[in-house]
């Protein structure tokens, strides 16, 4: 797998984002067999859990079952969300390669996410890259800092883009090896998208920006479009945009990865994923729950007549 | 009404294109209401049926009424679409303000669809421009000249854009006062739906360039974003994306009405469309039959939390 090109990065953040607000456990081999036929299916970096206490969070109460049984896959890029330096101690532990810290750019959200100010929160991620340096070299996962609500709050609506990259500038100076611009609450636009990332990638000169969309309220792939003109090379997604909002009941999650996977690949992107092996991950993966709300459209309209993938075009 | 400022012409296609493969007649009360409904929240143009002889659809069985009902208001741009020089007449005997033709780029699918060739189309439509010059020029209907399968053929598969431009000339040089670039199948991608629309700007010197996205695949309001880009200023879609594939049974329609006007609007472009009020006439379109599928994530979601609208900005 190691050899495949990729102009694009995509990362698989439904076994976080998608089941945390689900109600149903998923059982633990079932999102083994989702990690795997998706690193099969080419997603070269999955988020698989999050190290939140299983009180608050019972989906994840297998984090470490999960995580061991992902690490198996030697060339995956297996992260995990970590709420703490507590949560960091256990990604250290495991072996995980990327660790994804997240911190609100609105100072409401922060306080009713986690129940803690910004500031605080930052110096929480100070530490956490404080215990990563102590470790040999060779033994450092990543650490990548996520800016949620950085596209607007469902408390504070608009976001200023100044607080934007104040919080991105304060990430980038405790040391965190990547950016994460987040449309948590999906209230995005691709105006809006490229005035936030242009800003952000000003100031993180070599570390890379990635982009986090919901499609909310449609305008996932519109936004998308827009982070690809600014230069964005790494998004995440979920397969059948599995999630949802809790601000917005009913509502769609993040943006859907077959889709994205299709539109880049139409685009003529590299992503490494081969489309036809996604759709059977995503339908294998809608049996494992009764309760599963899937999303996205080329799961029911199939891929164009006549498309020739980059990925097979590669491999021809 | 006329009073609106707009940066970006939406223009309601529902009637006609979505409901042209809904089983289920609309009532005509009900279609007027929608019409009334919709030009109430600020959609300026609305193509209301088709010509085409009840024998083949059904639906539009009463074009007559629902013409005349719609063009009781005045402002309002009342378009319908026309099969052949027939269609024309009757069109330009209600006083239809604009006729809107429709060419397929793909030679295969002119055929499967019209039963003609390509360049029969094509005479077709010199025909209908001549009949139009022979009116005094206060009584002549604007003429649209749309490319169907633009981007894309369920046939042919890809469409070269030199194809395109040369459908588009042919289309200028007969007399169009308009040419409409339709993604009829949803194929498009915005890399692509950037190639396409350059080429045809390129040749249509003052004439105007509107677009046509399906959002079969996902990616309808991204290929808006790129269509942006190129300087597009109108775009078709479908309330509650009414409408759907025949090639891709169960697959969503014409994109999103509600969805494509809160992009645009939080992208701070004036559509003159009062997004409540759009939300309001969806909801009451919704009902007028058992079996009509609505898509879109707006409606889901909600307007967000302290979004200020241009429409309202420009009201205050």
Redesign the interface.
Known sequence: MSSIQRDIIVREVGLRDGLQIHPTFMPTADKLTWIQNEFQAGVGEIEVTSFVPPKLIPQFADATEVCQGALKHKDLVVSALIPNLKGAQRGIELGVRKLNYVVSVSKTHNLKNVRRERDASMQDFKAIVDLIKTLPQTQRPLIGAGLSTAL???????IAVTEVVLCAEQLLDAGADEIVVCDT???A????TRAVLKAVLAVAGRVPVAAHFH?????G??N???A??CGIQYFDASLGGLGG?PF?P???GNI?ME?LC??LD???LKTGVNLDALLSTREAMSKSLSDLKLY???A???L????VSTYQAQAA
Chains 1, 2 share one sequence.
Not at 152 to 158: I, M, N, Q, T, V
Not at 189 to 192: G, K, L, R, S, V
Not at 215 to 219: E, I, L, V
Not at 304 to 307: A, E, L, S, W
């Open positions: 607007g709050c469902s408390y504070e609506g608009k609450v999906g209230y636009d691709p105006a809006q499609d909310t309220r449609g305008t792939l519109a998308v479009t827009a690809l003109d909002c917005a009913g509502a769609s859907v889709d299709f539109m139409a685009m003529g996205g459209q080329l029911k309209a199939g164009p007549n006549g498309f």
